[in-house]
């Protein structure tokens, strides 16, 4: 379960509307407040159709959580580390482009979850070494 509330999911649950942006121009993090003052509830982060560098989106996606707008990534490809570097800096929805089966869409939704119904990984230090003084 996120620790992070999910404002648009929460809207659409209650059978509400969620508003969204699309981001592909902006470059800094303060489209997350722009968006929160204008009443969206979701921004879509589009790093396929637009020059936004993995590094910027994940800025984004993190300064949205702080002012409760939910991001949401269109990723570059299909590779799962695509989708676990937005996931893991913040992105609250992935969306895959050029998804054309279901072994297609099966591998990318275990990408984006942990096992076992999944196959994310988890970021951090190696679990192989070990630290001793």
Request: with cysteine.
């Amino acid at each position: 379960m996120s620790t992070v509330p999910n404002h648009a999911l929460r809207q659409l649950r209650a059978g509400k509307l969620a508003i969204g942006l699309g981001v592909a121009q902006a470059r800094t993090v303060g489209i997350a407040t722009i968006a929160k003052t204008a009443g969206f509830d979701w921004l879509f982060i589009d790093g396929e159709h637009s020059s936004l560098d993995a590094d910027t989106a994940a800025q984004i996606a993190t300064a949205s959580l702080a002012v409760g707008v939910t991001p949401v990534v269109r990723v570059a490809g299909m590779e799962h580390w695509h989708a676990s570097r937005m996931l893991d800096n913040g992105a609250q929805g992935i969306v895959f482009p050029h998804v054309d089966d279901a072994a297609q869409a099966r591998r990318c939704a275990d990408a984006c979850r942990y096992p076992p119904v999944g196959k994310r990984s988890m970021g951090g230090p190696s679990t192989r070494r070990r630290w001793w003084w």
